[in-house]
């Protein structure tokens, strides 16, 4: 659970402690971050990370049979299906023709080169069955390999060092596993708390808790994840259906948005209980700020790496995010008084028809703000010349030697849309470049 915050509540944040990660329990939504991203991770000083630089990576992780080959690969690990308008449901197919109705472009592959617009999900789904990472790259005979060995029910503590190498790791249980080189995967929340128990951190906390300091480092200082805020539908009966239950989006800017950014998301599923509507059938788009402003923390209260670390998200501090919010949410209204999505719309459940002048809206935003859940940025990459990096464009971490990070903390900043499809692109990239320099 984060802090209260800026909106006074705690907030679920969701991690998935099984094989494959947080990709095994996520949306299965697969979005590519835009070249608009990576120019803003380019601002930190970083060499090699332009979208011109990384779709290359992109194409080669996946399997995608539909869309232009010049933005697809067909032979990769990581299936990706786009859904199509007869693949999703009625009221879905009516949230994007309500969409066109409201002046927004048909996308039909978000993948490509056009994102602003409306239009079905590009997901991880096959057969109804999310391909996480554990699936789709640790195969059977990835698993039989001689050289890897795979431990359940086994938590790191912290890593070990000597001399300021990293030599292995400790675990919950106290036993150790020793090796040359030591890369966290354990993401925005798990690989930083480790971080901070190694003594890798904010020099003045570490010794607050009584951790000896390895190397001063900014790490959980930039935590950044989307505000998300849920208008909800009762769809009527004889349109109730809701499976399968993702997706389509609106992918648009805000009045207040920098030239060339998409910085709202509308998001359309049926990722609801049924027996909550009245009509047993409903539909919620979630609206999310994808370039948010707030910046949040991730600290220790304990040295016990069985005491959680202390997540402030600091949602809707800054005042552009909380108009960007309620002018997303508005939008999103817009969408339930527009045929045909109105037609198969029953009633409004949330934020709910009292809720109408914009004060009275954004404290029902406030109230009820959730997580798109995807954090990033607490052990940020950046250059030489970036005081607030944690690890060096190819995950290193600055002050140790033979350590790495490796997962969505290390991202310089958060990517305007899903993370799931970035992270593994990022890992597929610097394990690439470890291997052509022989690094590890």
């Not at 049979?65 to 299906?81: K, L, M, Q, V």
């Not at 304990?302 to 501090?317: C, G, K, W």
């Not at 030489?384 to 690890?391: E, G, L, N, P």
Request: charged share 20%; net charge negative; proline share 7%.
């Amino acid at each position: 659970m984060s802090e209260p915050g800026y909106v006074g509540h705690p907030i679920h944040v969701i991690r998935g402690k099984v094989i494959g990660g947080s990709s095994a329990v996520n949306g299965t939504v697969a979005l590519r971050a835009r070249a608009t991203d990576f120019l803003r991770w380019s601002q930190h000083g970083l060499a090699g990370w332009s979208f011109e630089e990384v779709l290359d990576t992109y194409k080669r992780l996946e399997n995608t049979p539909t869309g232009e080959s010049a933005w697809h690969g067909r032979h990769g690990p990581f299936p990706i299906r786009q859904r199509s308008m007869d693949s999703i449901t009625p009221s879905l197919r009516a949230f994007v023709e309500a969409g066109r109705a409201l002046g927004f472009k048909y996308i039909d592959d978000f993948n490509a080169a056009e994102q602003h617009g409306i239009g079905p999900y590009p997901l991880d789904v096959i057969d109804g069955v999310r391909q996480n990472t554990g699936i789709t790259y640790l195969t059977e005979e990835v698993r039989r390999r001689p050289n890897l060995t795979i431990r359940s029910d086994a938590q790191v503590d912290r890593v070990l060092f000597e001399n300021g190498h990293a030599v292995g790791v400790r675990l919950v249980d106290g036993s150790s596993e020793r090796a040359a080189h030591t890369i966290l995967c354990a993401g925005v929340y798990g690989s930083p708390a480790i971080l901070l128990r190694s003594g890798i951190g904010p020099a003045q906390d570490l010794r607050a808790l009584g951790i000896p300091v390895v190397a001063d480092a900014p790490v959980g200082r930039r935590l950044m994840d989307h505000p998300f805020s849920f208008n909800i539908y009762a769809l009527v009966p004889q349109a109730r259906e809701m499976e399968p239950a993702a997706g389509a989006i609106l992918w648009t800017n805000s009045q207040e948005a920098a030239p060339g950014e998409l910085d709202v998301q509308i998001s359309a599923t049926h990722f609801f209980d049924p027996s909550q509507s009245p009509t047993r059938g409903a539909i919620v788009l979630g609206v999310a700020v994808t370039r948010p402003a707030s910046i949040g923390t991730l600290t220790l209260t304990s040295r016990d790496p069985l005491q959680a670390p202390r997540i402030e998200l600091n949602f809707l501090a800054e005042a552009r995010d909380r108009r960007r919010l309620l002018e997303g949410v508005k939008l999103a209204r817009r969408f339930g008084k527009t045929r045909p999505f109105a037609e198969l719309v029953e009633r409004e459940l949330a934020p709910g028809p009292t809720v109408q002048d914009d004060t009275t809206l954004m404290a029902a935003i406030s109230s009820t703000l959730d997580t798109y859940q995807h954090a990033t940025s607490t052990a940020p990459m950046g250059g030489d010349q970036d005081a607030s990096a944690v690890v060096d464009g190819l995950g290193a971490v600055r002050g140790v030697e033979d350590l790495r990070v490796v997962d969505a903390s290390i991202f310089p900043e958060i990517p305007s849309t899903p993370t799931n499809l970035t992270v593994i692109m990022a890992a597929e990239y610097i394990a690439a470049h470890l291997i052509a320099r022989n690094l590890i």
